[in-house]
Every structure is written in structure tokens, then in C-alpha cells.
């Protein structure tokens, strides 16, 4: 059965230092306020904490929670944190037994700053009645809790990893520690890579036939050169018997000529021989 806040008060299950609480204003739960905020180890003196984003803060209650046996408190973050973007890492139950604050871990996923004030409620109370349990009992003052949490923050990162406002947080680091000579290297061998990246495949695709077409073409050139061996021993035995048909020429027209001497000579002796038409 789930306890009325009138129950609750019956109970006696929440106290403000050493004063009973007030009534709560929810019907069957009660509103848990912010006690001390703590951060790196320390607990913040001011009235209120803003809460940068990714920012982390730790919360514990003002008020001390004494649960009966018979009670089991379930603990939740206000619906407006939320809708803030503001989360509780540690809700949870409360058990039979304890006494002392609830704490959590808060963290701001928003883009917008969260201011955390003292005394404004942040966790809403559950409270449900059950047979009696017989719990190892576990006490905790504000106090004995405060300075715990504060020893567990020590060790703790006071911002939560959030993605877009770590990038220029990064960047500013990366491009801060490198010089800008190094970041203009970086950038050519970059470049180079991207240039490579396009023009060695399609290189690579384009030798094969290429390298084809060149044998192709040799193979052309060796049989040209193999018809012009056989041309040019062609033409050198025309030449041969060109220049034969030349010297037969030369005889023949030698021929002719003793030839038409020997007819001249003939003729001369022909004309001597010959008796005048007188001289009979
Ligand atoms: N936001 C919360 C939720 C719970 N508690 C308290 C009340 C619980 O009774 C107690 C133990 O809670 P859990 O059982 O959730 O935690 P653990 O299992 O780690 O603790 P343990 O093993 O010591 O019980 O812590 C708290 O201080 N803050």
C-alpha cells in the first residue's frame, strides 16, 4: 500500500534537522529539497549552484529520512529537472532500516545553464507500507553523508562527456597543441592522399589496355619492317637486272654502230669498185 502524505507524517518518516517536516503538498508523496551541493571534494557555501552543461554536481537532502521496518521508499528525480534536460545519476530505493539524507549525482544534458538552489526540492519520495521486515538498520547524519560524498567527489569528473559541446573544447585542444606549420603538413599529405586516391585507380584500370594496345602496335611495326626487308631485296635485283639490261643496251647500240661503219665502209668500197659508165 502506498502512503497518503498524511501517513507519512504519521510516521514520522522525514525530519528537517531535528524538526518533524512540514506537510507535504503532494497527496501521496513528499518532495525531498536540496540540502548541501558538492563538487570536487567540496561543498558549496552560496545558496545556489549553476550547472553548466555536461556540468556534475552532487546533491544531498536536506531532510533525514527514518524508515520503519515496514516501509520501503522509492526515490525519483522532479519531472521539471528533467524536462530541463537535468538527470539524476542514483535514484533508487530507500530501505527498510535507513536513516539519513539521499544523495544523487546530477548532470545537465541540456545546452542551457541549471541553477541548482538550496532548499528547492529536486527528488520526490515513494513510500510504501508493507509487512514488518526485521533490516540491519543503517544511520547516517547529513553530516556523516556530506563529508562521504565530498571524499567520493575528489576522484570524480565534475562534466559528463556530451558530444557537440566537447567537439570545439577538442579541437581547440588538438589544434592548440599542434603548430600550424604541422597542421599545414598534415593538410598536404592529406591532399596528396585524396589526389593518390583518385588517380591510382584509375591508373590502375587503365594500364591493362594500354599496355595491349602497345604490343599490338610492336607486333605491327615487326611485320611493316619484315615487308620492307623484302621490298628493299626486291628492288635491289630489279636494280640488278635493271643495270644488266643497261650494258646489253650499250652493246647492242656498239654492235650497231661497227655496224653502220661496216655498211659505210661497204658502200665506199662498193662506189670504188664499181667501172664508171666512161670507162668501158
Ligand atoms: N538516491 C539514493 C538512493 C538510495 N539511497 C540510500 C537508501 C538506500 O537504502 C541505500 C542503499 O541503496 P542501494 O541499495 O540502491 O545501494 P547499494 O546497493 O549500493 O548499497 P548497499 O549495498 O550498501 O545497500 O542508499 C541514497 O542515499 N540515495
Known amino acids: 500500500m502506498i502512503l497518503t502524505s498524511q501517513q507519512i507524517l504519521a510516521k514520522a518518516i522525514v525530519t528537517v534537522g531535528d524538526a518533524p517536516a512540514q506537510a507535504s503538498a503532494r497527496a501521496t ?33 536536506r531532510e533525514t529520512f527514518k524508515i520503519p521496518h515496514d516501509v520501503t521508499g522509492l526515490a525519483t528525480l522532479k519531472t521539471s529537472w528533467t524536462h530541463d534536460g537535468v538527470l ?17 549525482a546530477i548532470v545537465n544534458f541540456s545546452r542551457e545553464e541549471f541553477e541548482i538552489e538550496k532548499g528547492k526540492p529536486f527528488f520526490r519520495l515513494l513510500f510504501m507500507n508493507h ?41 581547440e585542444k588538438i589544434f592548440g597543441f599542434i603548430s600550424p606549420k604541422l597542421t599545414m603538413r598534415i593538410g598536404l599529405i592529406a591532399l596528396v592522399i585524396a589526389i593518390l586516391s583518385v588517380t591510382v585507380p584509375v591508373a590502375w584500370l587503365s594500364v591493362p589496355p594500354i599496355y595491349n594496345s602497345l604490343q599490338k602496335d610492336n607486333a605491327k611495326v615487326d611485320s611493316l619492317l619484315e615487308n620492307h626487308k623484302l621490298h628493299t631485296s626486291e628492288i635491289n635485283t630489279l636494280k640488278e637486272r635493271t643495270l ?24 665506199e668500197l662498193t662506189s670504188k669498185t664499181k667501172p664508171s659508165p666512161g670507162a668501158r
Open 244 to 267: 644488266k639490261i643497261g650494258t646489253q643496251d650499250e652493246k647492242l647500240h656498239e654492235i650497231e654502230a661497227q655496224y653502220r661503219a661496216l655498211a659505210r665502209k661497204i658502200d
Open 29 to 61: 508523496t513528499y518532495d525531498a529539497t536540496v540540502g548541501e551541493i558538492i563538487t570536487g571534494g567540496k561543498t558549496i557555501s552560496s545558496q545556489s549552484y549553476t550547472l553548466r552543461p555536461r556540468g556534475l554536481v552532487w546533491v544531498v537532502s
Open 131 to 171: 509487512e514488518a521486515t526485521t533490516p540491519k538498520p543503517e544511520r547516517k547524519s547529513v553530516e556523516q553523508y556530506t563529508k562521504q560524498v565530498e571524499k567520493l567527489t575528489k576522484s570524480f569528473s565534475n562534466t559528463f562527456l556530451t558530444i557537440d559541446s566537447l567537439a570545439p573544447e577538442l579541437s
Open 88 to 104: 539524476a545519476l542514483t535514484l533508487g530505493i530507500v530501505d527498510p532500516g535507513w536513516d539519513g539524507p539521499l544523495a544523487t
